[in-house]
């Protein structure tokens, strides 16, 4: 007999999935949010279709409305999912407070982030150009969050990204040119991705000196999942599209491993199908870090075949490393065979599955226990 769970209960089964101890399947979530952010938030709508967006353009209090209503729709859902209230995961935090341009196309689901004079110009200087404004609203944002939650919501940490996708921001044409100086200028190069690493764990420090443990723990931002302590989520999608695994060895892993050292533990986001899975192997190698691969299956952009996702699902398992993966809006028959294939009865694993409404999360998860009674 299918019910909802409580928020303990909930707790209680994500702790099994981060620890490794569920037995009888994979945990299950469901989530119900806006598959475009800038029209799916009512005070967010002014944005989309702005080509230089300032500071003062966020209206933070409304949004804030609009993501506790998205709360509500996701309390009313079947499963494990954990829904709480974070900075608005569509503005580019950390390219903002670098000093880049933002905008947003219409109809769009991500921002443009552009590099300004300012930018370009911190490429060769000891120190970083930091604005003061935009690091300020993002933590009135959380202050705020605080407040409205008062310690009965979880408050999340905001998504900054990771350091590679922030070093385009130095060069024009960014993405490409910033491939080209890996090789034209190196050590200049590795000295930009060291000042953005600090920066980056600089900034997280402050945002988790504002949040308050949740259980004792952390949900992290757009996942719905419950970690414990200070934990976060991070990427490097630069990275993965545009770097070989020996240009990431040569220039990244040094500093993601000083930001996953600097924390109980994180989810390491990867896509499925543009994103070079592999550089997680050299991750996956430090014992000594503590994180969750997160692989999203992005039907736009997934080229990957069930088997292959199995291979690199399997090599985090063996590795002690949980693997949540986001099957967004794939098919149920997707996902049947994906539960058929998955290793140690999907110990480890955590599927997050998008259901926009009760009966219809109810449904799904109805399934998924079916097709589980059938395969064990």
Request: aromatic content about 12%.
């Amino acid at each position: 007999m299918l019910k909802l769970l409580t928020i303990d209960e909930k707790i209680k089964n994500n702790k099994k999935f981060f620890y490794m101890e569920n037995e009888d399947g994979p945990v299950v979530g469901f989530q119900n949010s806006p598959s475009i952010w800038y029209t799916g938030f009512e005070h967010a709508q002014c944005l989309a279709g702005n080509s230089d967006i300032k500071c003062e353009d966020i209206d933070i209090e409304g949004i804030l409305e609009d993501d506790l209503e998205y709360l509500e729709k996701n309390k009313e859902l079947y499963g494990n999912s954990i829904w709480g209230l974070s900075p608005f995961c569509a503005i580019p935090w950390m390219d903002l407070m670098l000093g880049a341009r933002f905008e947003v196309a219409k109809n769009s689901f991500a921002p443009s982030t552009h590099p300004t004079d300012i930018t370009k110009e911190s490429f060769g200087k000891d120190e970083l150009y930091i604005d003061k404004k935009w690091q300020a609203k993002l933590l009135e944002n959380i202050r705020l969050i605080k407040d409205r939650a008062k310690n009965k919501i979880p408050v999340i940490a905001p998504n900054l990204r990771g350091p590679s996708d922030l070093l385009q921001l130095f060069f024009d044409d960014g993405y490409r040119n910033f491939v080209l100086n890996l090789y034209d200028r190196p050590a200049q190069m590795k000295k930009a991705i060291e000042r953005l690493t600090d920066f980056y764990i600089e900034i997280r420090k402050k945002t988790f000196s504002n949040i308050p443990l949740f259980y004792e723990g952390s949900v992290i931002i757009n996942h719905y999942i419950w970690l414990p302590g200070q934990t976060f989520f991070l990427q490097e999608d630069a990275a993965g599209s545009l770097m070989s695994k020996e240009l990431y060895k040569k220039f990244v892993f040094d500093g993601d491993c000083k930001i996953l050292g600097s924390f109980p533990g994180s989810v390491f986001h990867l896509h499925s199908g543009f994103i070079n899975i592999n550089i997680i192997d050299f991750l996956i190698e430090k014992n000594d870090l503590s994180f969750v691969t997160n692989i999203v299956m992005d039907p736009i952009n997934s080229s990957r075949s069930i088997d292959e996702l199995i291979t690199i699902i399997s090599k985090s398992l063996a590795n002690k490393r949980p693997v949540y993966i986001d099957c967004q809006d794939y098919p149920m028959d997707w996902i049947e065979e994906l539960l058929k294939k998955l290793p140690h009865n999907g110990k480890g694993v955590f599927l997050q599955i998008r259901a926009y409404s009760q009966k219809e999360s109810k449904d799904k998860l109805s399934s998924i226990n079916n097709i589980l009674q059938k395969i064990w």
